[in-house]
C-alpha cells in the first residue's frame, strides 16, 4: 500500500491553510474530507450569514477573497472563495470521504474509512468543531417538549414558522441569529451575560487585533485566561436594524425548563415553542478515540504538536491548538508553523 509523507484528515480552512503551506515542499500528501464539495464548516452555517471582516482578514495564506457584493462577504461567496482556492492551488482532495479511526503501529500511522484506507508517516487533523455542537444543561431540559434545534441546523426564518422562539447565547451568531428571526418570530434572547456590542465602526479587525494584544499579555501573566475574546459583536446592517428595532434586548439566561417552555430566575414562566442554542462548538476528535489521548474533549500539545505520539499535529481548533488558529485569519500562521515542523520531523526520519 501507498505510504503517504502527510495526510490531512478535514478539508475545512484548517486543511488548505495547511495545504498551502506543504504544497511549497516536494511531498505526498492528501487531504480527505467528509463533505460532498468545498467549503468545510461554513456549508452547515445559516442561509444569511455574513463574515464581519474586510477581505485581507477574511482570506486565506496567499490569495486575497474577491471584493464582496456588499461591505462584509456573506456565506455564500466564502464558499465559492474555498472551491476556487482549492481549485487554484491544485490541491490532492478526496471526498466525501468519512476517517472512521486513526491508529498508530509505531511507525506509520493507518487511516481507516468508509471507503479505502491509508497509510502516513505523519497526520494533521483540521477536522473543526462544528460537527460537534456544544448545548449547555439546564435544569429540567428533558420536559421540554418543544424543538431545540443548535445555531448549526438553523437555516432561515422558515423552519421556524409562527413559533416563539428562545435564542440562547450572546456571540455574534446568537445577535445575527436574533436580528433575522425577529423580523418573523416572537423572540426572547438569553445570555449569560448581558451582550457586548462593539461600535458601528469597528469590525472584525478590532476583535482580532484585541484578543492578540490580551493573548500577549496573557503569555507575560498580565491577564487572566478569561480575559481576551473573539466574541464581541460587530454591528454589520442586519445587528444595526435590529437595533433600530429596539429588539436586540436579551435577558440573563438563568432559567429552568418545562414542559412548554422555561421558569425564569424571578419565577415567572414563559412559553416557547422552539430554542436555538447558539452555544458554540467542541473540538471533533472522535476519529482519534483508539489512539487513547483525548481527555476531556482535548489532546495534550505543545502548540499543535500532539505531545504523547511522534508525527501527530491538531490545527484550527480553538487557542490550545494556537492562538485564534479556529479563525479564517489567524490559522495561517498556526499552518505554517505546523509544517515547518512536519517538515523537521520527515527530514529527521530520512537521515536520523
Sequence with gaps: M???????????????????????????????????????????????????????????????IRPPKEEYPDKNEFISYMSDYEKRYDFPIKRPVNVTSVTHDGEYYHIQTDGDNYISRTVIGCTGTAANPKIPTYEGIEKFKGEQLHSVNYKNPEQLKGKKILI?????????????????????????????????????????????????????????????????????????????????????????????????????????????????????????SDLNIVDNGEVKTNGTRVELLKGLWLVGYGNWTGFASATIYGVGKTAKNTVEEVIEYLINLKFG
Excluded at 16 to 22: K, T
Excluded at 232 to 260: C, P, Q
Design 168 to 288: 440562547v447565547g450572546g456571540g455574534n451568531s446568537g445577535a445575527q441569529i436574533v436580528s433575522e428571526l425577529t423580523k418573523t418570530n416572537k423572540v426572547q434572547w438569553a445570555t449569560i451575560t448581558p451582550p457586548t456590542f462593539l461600535p458601528d465602526d469597528v469590525d472584525g479587525r478590532y476583535l482580532f487585533n484585541n484578543a492578540t494584544q490580551k493573548y500577549r499579555s496573557l503569555l507575560k501573566g498580565e491577564v487572566n485566561k478569561e480575559e481576551y475574546s473573539l466574541a464581541d459583536i460587530v454591528m454589520i446592517d442586519s445587528v444595526k436594524d435590529a437595533r433600530e428595532r429596539g429588539v436586540l434586548h436579551a435577558r440573563r439566561s438563568t432559567f429552568s425548563f418545562s414542559s412548554d417552555g422555561v421558569i425564569w430566575e424571578d419565577g415567572t414562566s414563559e412559553a416557547f415553542d422552539a430554542v436555538i442554542w447558539c452555544t458554540g462548538f467542541k473540538a471533533n476528535l472522535s476519529f482519534l
Design 2 to 64: 501507498k505510504i503517504y509523507d502527510v495526510i490531512i484528515i478535514g478539508g475545512g480552512q484548517a486543511g488548505l491553510s495547511v495545504a498551502y503551506f506543504l504544497k511549497k515542499h516536494n511531498l505526498d500528501y492528501l487531504i480527505l474530507d467528509n463533505n460532498a464539495e468545498a467549503g468545510g464548516s461554513w456549508l452547515k452555517v445559516w442561509d444569511s450569514l455574513k463574515l464581519f471582516s474586510p477581505g485581507i482578514y477574511s482570506s486565506l495564506s496567499g490569495w486575497m
